[in-house]
């Protein structure tokens, strides 16, 4: 059997650093992937504005096995989120797999401390950075600036010199991303452990998976 194929649809491009957690659950299950494909309806006209116009064009321009649909939980509750995209992608073609972060994407990315060190530019570092454990991520009400003030404190930088790595945030973000190895500890929070369920019972539905199997 090739690799499973599978399209991310997110609300911004930084939404791509999912793949990262997304290909390590799939490794971590035994799937190969053959292809990713990132949802674009940036150029798309008319755009389309509702979830399920979303995710109809981006079946429809990205075609793929699996479709992973983002969408951070900000003010909303994990569950909402779960039915809006439920409903969203109701008699679409395909499997549809919801990833919800909360309360955005970067929640996912405090739990590897290290990870933060090293994308600062200052691996050996030692000064404490004030991370939530990674069960507490979901509590956090602004993870982005969390991970922001944790990368900056990382670097030890100070001044002008601190105020350009500020600059350079996004990707710093990225490199923490594509440094975590083990998103293991993140199962510990409803989210993660939400995506997984619900990853499992769609790899289970394409035969990619047997029932059980972890």
Avoid: C
Wanted: net charge positive; proline share 5%.
């Amino acid at each position: 059997m090739s690799g499973l194929t599978y399209t991310l649809l997110g609300d911004g491009s930084s939404d791509r650093l999912l793949d990262f957690p997304i290909q390590w659950a799939l490794r971590t299950l035994g799937i190969a992937v053959e292809s990713t494909q990132w949802a674009d309806l940036g150029n798309v006209k008319p755009r389309p504005s509702t979830l399920t116009e979303r995710a109809r064009v981006a079946l429809e321009l990205y075609p793929a096995e699996l479709l992973v649909v983002h969408r951070d939980a900000e003010s909303s509750s994990l569950e909402e989120r779960l039915e809006e995209v439920r409903i969203a992608t109701q008699g679409l073609a395909g499997r549809h797999v919801a990833v919800v972060p909360v309360r955005m994407t970067e929640a996912w990315l405090l739990h590897d401390e290290q990870a933060i060190r090293r994308a600062s530019g200052n691996p050996n570092g030692t000064v404490a950075l004030s991370l939530p454990s990674a069960a507490r991520v979901e509590s956090d009400v602004n993870p982005k600036a969390t991970l922001e003030t944790a990368l900056l404190t990382a670097s030890e930088l100070k001044g002008r010199r601190r105020q350009r790595r500020k600059a350079e945030f996004s990707q710093m973000r990225a490199r923490t991303a594509g440094l975590i190895r083990d998103f293991t500890p993140l199962e510990a929070t409803p989210s993660f452990a939400a995506f997984l369920s619900a990853l499992r019972a769609a790899l289970v539905a394409l035969g990619r998976l047997e029932r059980g199997e972890r």
